[in-house]
């Protein structure tokens, strides 16, 4: 009877254990983390940044251009009364320009190679691509020679500045060769110049840059190989007289001048090169997506092509405006301190002007979000005397280039200009600042609660089919103002993302 009662009592067992665990796991299931969930959307998208800052009384603005260069036009005179945005002076900017042209370029046929990732490619549109990356490398060649050419040239200019033999301090009377001809060597350094006398007379000996010798003549003679002569006015020379030709005339009058236009032209390659070589960075991806079967990270990747392109223009269309001086207010001009053909250096004041209106308002920013914001943009300030609901238009009209240290961190001076005249404006007011920077429209956003990064990798998680959470990597854009977040990849429009903080 024993035996036959044993499979009873496991049976039983087995239930209850059964029945604690299913209780068990409805439990677990319960305290599971709960989200708030929000969907992916579509949106215009404001970036900039924000500070505090202080309204003070306005004063005389200097203004300065962001690049050196060549002055090609000088638009105002003393006492001109400008509006805000009219060009007041500018560089010489055709290379601008031609990089503009090309940036542009880059960007249409980045954005038709998106269209085309969209629509399907044929075999006409890749030979079209093939071509387009053709025509880019052969335009990246061109630049390359023709900026080299201009480096050149600039280089040759700086060397062959105030070419002159400058005599020794122990020379016996006045009489000093000249110097003619062009150097064409690459080296800097200079030539030592002494004087021997032999059987055949006069001899001058070069050490130096080069080794030569010859007769002291009226007439040019070459010494060394790198294109110059030297010419006695007469052969009464002493014996032992020494002189230097430095390469290049450091004292010489034109040399600051060819020395920036040598800089300048260094910078003008650097960009024109860069600009060209990402049209053809854009074309070869074009050329591959045409190729690929279209796939969402192909359309993804594309759409990032299109805004690196984008990018590079702004660059381009940034370098063009960083060689105009234009009136960041409305004013009065009260210098001008430069002529056309002078060389402009970049951040030394060539114009200044005071403002129409009393009140300006001065504020400190880090220096990564210095370099999200530039001259003119817009700003809304609200005043601590009057709360938010009171929003005043201002503009930046001035950022420091020096640094300034604040509150133990380097910071950057602003110097921003109300729109317009207010009677509740009183200097000594505190200041809430909100700069706008770019705007990007229609882009997919998740409120910046959604993120989160581990090892520089961002982050969200998604809902799945079973109500969980599941972690997805995303490619983030930049932050707006709103609080939202630009997602360049990862993520589709209306998928859920939860948000952290706000779980039920």
Do not use: C
């Amino acid at each position: 009877m024993q035996n036959s009662k044993k499979p009873i009592v496991v049976a039983v067992i087995g239930a209850i254990v059964i029945l604690a665990g299913g209780a068990y796991f409805s439990q677990a299931l319960k305290k599971r983390p709960q989200y708030d969930y929000v969907p992916v959307k579509k949106a215009d998208i404001q970036f900039g940044v924000s500070a505090d800052g202080t309204v003070k009384a306005a004063q005389d603005l200097a203004l300065s251009f962001q690049r050196s260069g060549s002055v090609a036009d000088v638009k105002v005179k003393i006492g001109d009364a400008v509006k805000k945005g009219q060009v007041l002076l500018a560089l010489d900017n055709k290379d601008a320009s031609a990089s503009i042209n090309q940036a542009n370029a880059a960007v249409q046929a980045a954005q038709a190679a998106y269209e085309k990732i969209l629509n399907g490619a044929t075999s006409v549109d890749v030979q079209m691509a093939q071509v387009a990356l053709t025509n880019a490398k052969a335009n990246l060649e061109t630049a390359k020679q023709q900026q080299q050419v201009a480096v050149d040239n600039a280089y040759k200019s700086l060397v062959n500045s105030g070419l002159a033999a400058l005599p020794g301090t122990g020379n016996i009377g006045s009489v000093n060769p000249i110097i003619t001809g062009t150097y064409v060597g690459q080296e800097q350094g200079q030539y030592n110049i002494s004087l021997s006398a032999t059987g055949n007379g006069l001899n001058f000996v070069v050490s130096g840059l080069e080794n030569a010798t010859g007769l002291v003549s009226v007439t040019p003679v070459p010494f060394g190989t790198k294109g110059l002569y030297i010419q006695f006015p007469s052969t009464s020379v002493a014996a032992g007289n020494t002189w230097t030709v430095p390469i290049p005339n450091t004292q010489a009058p034109t040399y600051i001048t060819n020395y920036n236009a040598y800089q300048a032209a260094l910078q003008t390659q650097a960009s024109a090169v860069t600009q060209a070589q990402a049209a053809v960075d854009a074309a070869q991806a074009a050329l591959d997506f045409k190729k690929a079967k279209a796939r969402p990270e192909d359309v993804a990747a594309a759409q990032a092509q299109l805004s690196s392109a984008q990018a590079v223009l702004q660059l381009a269309q940034n370098a063009y405006a960083n060689g105009l001086v234009t009136a960041p207010i409305d004013g009065l001009v009260t210098s001008v301190d430069v002529k056309i053909g002078e060389t402009a250096s970049p951040g030394k004041p060539v114009l200044t002007m005071i403002s129409s209106q009393k009140f300006q308002i001065e504020a400190y920013l880090s220096e990564s979000e210095v370099g999200q914001i530039k001259l003119t943009d817009p700003a809304q300030v609200t005043l601590d005397a009057y709360g938010s609901d009171s929003v005043f238009n201002a503009s930046i009209v001035s950022i420091d280039p020096a640094g300034s240290t604040v509150n133990g961190l380097t910071a950057y001076k602003l110097t921003l200009q109300f729109e317009q005249e207010d009677d509740r404006i009183k200097a000594g007011m505190g200041a809430n600042v909100i700069i706008d920077d770019a705007k990007k429209q229609n882009v997919l956003v998740v409120p910046s609660t959604a993120v989160f990064r581990q090892n520089d990798q961002a982050f969200v998680l998604t809902q799945n089919s079973a109500g969980g959470a599941t972690r997805t990597p995303i490619q983030t854009g930049g932050e707006g103002l709103d609080g939202q977040v630009e997602v360049v990849n990862g993520l589709s429009e209306g998928q859920a993302v939860a948000i952290f903080g706000h779980n039920n």
